[in-house]
């Protein structure tokens, strides 16, 4: 499986931005799909996931101003966006997109999004 991201810039604190996975390759081994931030000195950290049947995960600092989706098709998951609305300072991170198989777990490069205040 291979994990394109895309999208991430600088915006202004309350400002809006998308960002979007495409995966590549074994698309129908994904179980799910999900975006992980990552500040320096921090752990990377889980803000959305979406799985084959369309459940979502949305972390609790993002709830309400993040969501999660998918282009449809049925039972897949092979480009998720995440939409950003109500951006904060905090949001300031590298955005990773990450796919899991029944097997392992792939990483695609990082993006980064910037709040400025």
């Known amino acids: 499986v291979q994990l394109q991201a895309s999208g991430g810039g600088l915006v202004q604190a309350g400002g809006s931005l998308g960002l979007s996975c495409a995966a590549s390759?074994?698309?129908?081994?994904?179980?799910?799909v999900g975006w992980y931030r990552q500040v320096p000195g921090k752990e990377r950290e889980l803000v959305a996931s979406?799985?084959?049947?369309?459940?979502?995960?949305?972390?609790d600092s993002v709830k309400g101003r993040f969501t999660i989706s998918r282009d449809s098709e049925v039972n897949t998951v092979n480009t998720v966006h995440l939409q950003m609305i109500s951006l904060k300072s905090e949001d300031t991170a590298v955005y990773y997109c990450?796919?899991?198989?029944?097997?392992?777990?792939?990483w695609g490069q990082g993006t980064e999004v910037t709040v400025s205040s």
């Open positions: 390759g074994s698309v129908l081994s994904i179980i799910r």
């Open positions: 979406i799985d084959t049947h369309g459940a979502t995960v949305i972390s």
């Open positions: 990450n796919a899991v198989t029944r097997n392992r777990r792939y």
